[in-house]
Nanobody, 113 residues
């Protein structure tokens, strides 16, 4: 069974950093284009960053220069490094295999002083 599980969320002060991890089980992560999304209360889920199988990355303007998506094939994991966090980054963060219906359960990120 193919599954995604995110981790690494938590409470961080404004200006701080977090690194989210998303482990894929049941398949090889290098076969897939991957995306990181987030959903804040009362808002739609939005795509933040994506990475093709060939390593091409794209970011939404609101996180460009602050967030970085990467992949470790040996660990079957995709990461989201988040720097210079702002209160408006508070949300549940999800990883997703693009063009499929497979999502992880999400991890909460709260940016607050």
């Amino acid at each position: 069974q193919v599954q995604l599980v995110e981790s690494g969320g938590g409470l961080v002060q404004p200006g701080g950093s977090l690194r989210l991890s998303c482990v894929l089980s049941g398949s090889n992560i290098w076969n897939y284009a991957m995306g990181w999304y987030r959903q804040a209360p009362g808002k739609q889920r939005e795509l933040l960053a994506s990475r093709t199988t060939f390593g091409i990355t794209n970011y939404v303007d609101s996180v460009k220069g602050r967030f970085t998506i990467s992949r470790d094939d040996a660990k079957n994991t995709v990461y989201l490094q988040m720097n210079s966090l702002k209160p408006e980054d508070t949300a549940v963060y999800y990883c997703h295999i693009e063009s499929t219906t497979l999502w992880g359960p999400g991890t909460q990120v709260t940016v607050s002083s």
